[in-house]
T-cell receptor
């Protein structure tokens, strides 16, 4: 079946540091890949997505590239802000999965001023 | 678009009481999902509806949990009787099969069973 593995948190960084949150997946066929962000007290929000190999999703300074050869979709940001403190979820939708998303366990990011 | 609307935002109830959580999906979305989130278990899919029909309820933890979707604009998740271990944040999400934009989540209902 499909699965998503994320690095465990919390990840603690100083403001303006470089961020990488690793995400790898297992799926048959050609899944679509997503990053969601959950700010404190809120639901999950779609941050970015990529639907085919070598696509780069980007939003709010965050980027992730769909790497089929390494089955990865790592999230990166060049300079984090305190307001980026949240929980980040990697997810996939398999090509045969209908509307079902498979989520990773989430990675908590804490950015200190 | 008001997004996915959940009510109530917070619910505190006594053990043994019935609890009903409500969700209004985005108009035109044909799939609806109920999730539960806790520190210990993370985000768990409880049940999934497509065109108002339950497709996968394998995540519903016990018979005390039930979910309905009587029409395309409304769904309920009921816990009867409630127990302290049901305390969690419950999220509803909706999606349309014509889009590849993933799910839209509601703001959640924080349930505390004392």
């Amino acid at each position: 079946g499909n699965s998503v593995t994320q690095m465990e948190g919390p990840v603690t960084l100083s403001e303006e540091a470089f961020l990488t949150i690793n995400c790898t997946y297992t799926a048959t066929g050609y899944p679509s890949l997503f990053w969601y962000v959950q700010y404190p007290g809120e639901g999950l929000q779609l941050l970015l997505k990529a639907t085919k190999a070598d696509d780069k999703g980007s939003n709010k300074g965050f980027e992730a590239t769909y790497r089929k050869e390494t089955t990865s979709f790592h999230l990166e940001k060049g300079s984090v802000q305190v307001s980026d403190s949240a929980v980040y979820f990697c997810a996939l939708r398999g090509s045969n999965a209908g509307n079902m998303l498979t989520f990773g366990g989430g990675t908590r990011l804490m950015v200190k001023p | 678009d008001a997004g996915v609307i959940q009510s109530p935002r917070h619910e505190v109830t006594e053990m043994g009481q019935e609890v009903t959580l409500r969700c209004k999906p985005i108009s035109g979305h044909n799939s609806l999902f109920w999730y539960r989130q806790t520190m210990m278990r993370g985000l768990e899919l409880l049940i999934y509806f497509n065109n108002n029909v339950p497709i996968d309820d394998s995540g519903m933890p016990e018979d005390r949990f039930s979910a309905k979707m009587p029409n395309a604009s409304f769904s309920t998740l009921k816990i009867q009787p409630s127990e302290p271990r049901d305390s969690a944040v419950y999220f509803c999400a909706s999606h349309t099969s014509t889009s590849n934009y993933g799910y839209t989540f509601g703001s959640g209902t924080r349930l505390t069973v004392v």
